[in-house]
């Protein structure tokens, strides 16, 4: 049992990096590192240990990703700035194109804001639609 010990060491790695991490890093390794751990003590050679360590942690992988596939939600879900897109917002201050003022509410946050029209002009408590943002300001019409 020569390097039975770096293989254990292996799999405890493995399982303090997996513990540590919101995400599958590092389980792969553990049932590789198993998989050696008894080939070492079976007194195989290292190069076939190492062999199947690499071949049972890339088909954890391989398995892992198709298993794992089912339960990807399907279609594009709006996240962040791209669910701002097309809702409705409330004037919290006058916007006046021409002046480059203005603000809204959207969400619960306060947005810069701008008329889609060039004179487009927007009094406090007016409800609006957003239908772009350039750059930190949103885009809105009536």
Known sequence: MVY?????AIIILAIV???LTDQLVSIWFVPAGIVATVLDFCEVDIIW???VFLVVSAAG???AKMF????KPSGNTKTNIDAIVGARCVVTERID???GCGQVKVNGQIWSARG???D???EVGEVLSIVAIEGVKLICVK
């Open 116 to 118: 889609a029209g060039e």
């Open 68 to 71: 794992l596939t089912k339960f």
């Open 17 to 19: 990096i997996e513990v």
């Open 61 to 63: 992988i391989v398995f």
């Open 49 to 51: 240990q190492v062999l």
């Open 4 to 8: 039975g010990w770096i293989w254990i």
């Open 97 to 99: 194109n021409f002046a």
């Open 120 to 122: 487009d002009t927007f």
